[in-house]
């Protein structure tokens, strides 16, 4: 898959839903559940980072899941990427990018959000023909004001903005001409997760589907 490739399905797949809900799962059961309540909610593109022992498993329940579009996230290495694609994600999400992981995906078909905090970094991926980005850190980097200006002189680059965005700061990201979507964690409280309020979870998909449309 080439970068330009990878670019058109990640902007197709940020453009199904103003968030992407960022998930952290330690119990894989608990993984199909979620990923029917979050889609339900209005939210079909599901990112699982692989931060815990049971992330891969998570991908390959939720990648079950009718109308869900299930990816993973923190791909850091090859190798993250190759488990990724073989457990059913159908996207990949990094926090940075190298260009050992940039072949991985493009040799495993596996399109890619990589992420830039920098105009140097985008720069240096919009060179190879990312035209799609994640932002991140985006609050540590400057929130909304930072993409805004870097969005400036790269206009042809279009960014998921993920890192402390939540309900109440959203809207200033997703008011700029260069954010699609918005990634994000509060859609699937912890709490709610353990013990199992998966209508809880609907409703928040459901109010961030109607208040940031």
């Known amino acids: 898959m080439t970068p330009e490739a990878a670019s058109r399905e990640t902007e197709a797949l940020c453009r199904r839903a103003p968030v992407v809900p960022v998930l952290v799962i330690d119990d894989a059961s608990k993984a199909r ?9 209005g939210l079909p ?10 992330a891969l498993d ?15 996230g923190t791909l850091l290495t090859p190798k993250d990427v190759e488990l990724a694609k073989a457990a059913g994600a159908r996207f990949g999400v990094s926090p940075g990018a190298t260009d ?5 995906a493009e040799e495993n078909d596996l399109p890619l959000l990589p992420g830039a905090a920098t ?7 919009l060179e190879r023909g990312y035209t799609v980005q994640k932002f991140f850190p985006a609050e540590a980097s400057g929130g909304a004001p930072a993409l805004k200006a870097i969005g400036a002189p790269l206009p042809q ?12 700061n959203a809207p200033d990201y997703l008011g700029l001409s260069n954010t699609l979507c918005v990634g994000g964690s509060w859609v699937a409280p912890r709490d709610a997760v353990e013990t199992d309020d998966w209508q809880r979870i609907e409703t928040l998909a459901s109010e961030a589907v109607s208040r940031l449309s």
Do not use: N, W
């Open 33 to 41: 559940p979620l990923a029917e309540a979050l889609v339900k909610g």
């Open 45 to 54: 593109a599901l990112e699982v980072t692989l931060r815990t022992p049971t």
């Open 58 to 72: 998570a991908i390959a329940e939720m990648a079950k899941v009718e109308g869900g579009i299930v990816g993973a």
């Open 100 to 104: 050992a992981l940039l072949d991985a």
């Open 119 to 125: 105009a140097t970094e985008a720069m240096h991926l």
């Open 157 to 168: 680059i279009r960014f998921c903005p993920t890192g402390g965005v939540s309900l109440s």
